[in-house]
């Protein structure tokens, strides 16, 4: 079904491209031209001396298309995807390529360069010849198996286990829950986003049962959203990642900073949206946005008459607030930056949830597990240093330090991603997976209401 869907898109993609130079290709745009669609996420079948030069750049036209990002509508579909390709008139680029001389480069910059989007195009191709070898077994849901069991199910479970590539020893007795078939649960564990107990229990037998098909789906949905990034990417940066609730500053296109971070609750999502980081704010307060003080705060005290003077909350400007210091519900360090949905970067008092493997618990805002680092780094050229840093902290009193340059910030939704640990696929919080699945796929998904308009933010107008 799912092929059937993806022709009819790609009929519906060749029928609304531009048209393109009549004039015939030459032996080496022809080359150029096989060679992208053969590395390309969906390999076309195209072959040399068979295939017309008008049919030829038809199929070129197409994986340029969705190369660049333009199959979806990002702000159309979901009004909280807010990461827009560049509009391009990609018939003119080539016409000027080939005019020019630089067709074989214009065809070889179409796809995303960043190699963590590579590696994920080579897992698809892996995926994509599971599909095409039929799906695997489903598991039965109904019995937990741990290190010690001997029982069939065991046997099942190494079966299913091998058929996404966590291969084991066979042991002598097959139906033995041992330590090798321990470490591959465990590691399967770790690469879905799930507690890795190494304990087959409910969650990971839903993780288990998720078909080929679906998970190649999977990888196409978070392929499609790569594509809505700039290229290139700035050298320094801030990538803030809603699904696997992780946060990396890069300086000189490398990594220098990882954390966990916690992101909205699939009633209040984290948006997808660009921006920069301009100022550091130390000791901020929190005006409490009105559905919170309305809807949690307020018939908390109202069951607790010293609440709000227990955390620090006063009324200013008739407007609830908390006063800056430990217990702020935005820590002490705040990373202000313009975005149309109201949320931030910021600290937390709360630290036990970063444990947790899913961390989906803000109203939207960013909370991070390493705030004062991020400061330090961001501040380094303009002299300061941790010490600085946690001595203005230590001050208790609201200050604001502006970048010397502001800093971008991506905040993505990644569920399918390939590091040097392996391939992770993830849950899909928010649905978003699905939704753009069945947008790519043809079909239409209505909107839930609370994702049509911006949500209110726990940090929004929290400057003081």
Not at 52 to 62: F, I, K, P, R, V
Not at 328 to 353: C, E, I, W
Request: charged share 20%; glycine share 6%; with cysteine.
């Amino acid at each position: 079904m799912i092929w059937l869907l993806r022709l009819g898109a790609l009929a519906l993609a060749l029928l609304s491209t531009p048209a393109v130079a009549a004039e015939p290709l030459t032996r080496m745009e022809r080359s150029a031209i096989i060679k992208a669609l053969e590395a390309g996420p969906e390999p076309a079948q195209a072959a040399t001396g068979v295939v017309t030069s008008e049919a030829l750049e038809a199929q070129l036209m197409a994986h340029a298309r969705r190369e660049a990002g333009l199959v979806a509508q990002p702000a159309r579909l979901n009004r909280l995807w807010a990461l827009e390709p560049a509009p391009r008139d990609l018939s003119a680029e080539w016409t000027s390529a080939r005019t020019s001389g630089a067709a074989e480069a214009w065809i070889r910059s179409l796809s995303p360069a960043d190699p963590r989007y590579r590696r994920l195009v080579a897992a698809r191709r892996d995926y994509a010849a599971r599909v095409a070898a039929g799906n695997w077994t489903t598991l039965e849901t109904g019995q937990i198996l741990r290190l010690g069991d001997d029982d069939p199910a065991v046997v099942a479970l190494r079966t299913r286990l091998a058929a996404e590539g966590f291969e084991t020893p066979t042991p002598e007795a097959p139906s033995l829950y041992d330590e090798a078939l321990e470490a591959a649960v465990r590691t399967y564990q770790e690469l879905r986003g799930l507690a890795a107990d190494a304990v087959v229990g409910p969650a990971t037998y839903r993780a288990l049962n998720v078909s080929a098909a679906v998970r190649l789906a999977q990888i196409d949905a978070n392929l499609e959203r790569w594509r809505w990034l700039p290229r290139p990417l700035p050298a320094v940066r801030i990538e803030a990642d809603a699904g696997s609730a992780r946060a990396t500053l890069f300086v000189d296109a490398a990594p220098v900073l990882e954390m966990r971070i916690i992101v909205g609750a699939p009633s209040t999502k984290t948006p997808m949206f660009a921006s920069e980081v301009e100022t550091v704010v130390f000791n901020p307060p929190w005006n409490v946005p009105t559905s919170i003080a309305r809807g949690e705060i307020l018939p908390r005290a109202a069951r607790d008459p010293g609440y709000l003077a227990r955390n620090n909350f006063t009324y200013q400007n008739g407007r609830l607030q908390q006063r800056p210091g430990p217990s702020n519900s935005l820590g002490q360090v705040k990373f202000d930056m313009a975005s149309p949905f109201g949320v931030y970067l910021h600290d937390t008092p709360g630290r036990a949830a970063f444990l947790r493997p899913v961390r989906t618990l803000s109203h939207g805002c960013m909370r991070l597990e390493k705030p004062r680092e991020l400061a330090t780094l961001l501040l380094a050229s303009q002299g300061w240093t941790r010490e600085t840093v946690d001595g203005a902290i230590a001050q208790g009193q609201t200050r604001r330090v502006d970048l010397a340059a502001p800093v971008p910030v991506f905040v993505v939704y990644s569920t399918a991603f390939v590091n040097e640990e392996g391939l992770h696929l993830l849950a899909d919080p928010y649905g978003w997976d699905a939704q753009l699945t069945a947008a790519l796929q043809g079909q239409v998904l209505a909107q839930l209401d609370r994702d049509m308009a911006p949500p209110e933010s726990e940090c929004a107008s929290s400057a003081g």
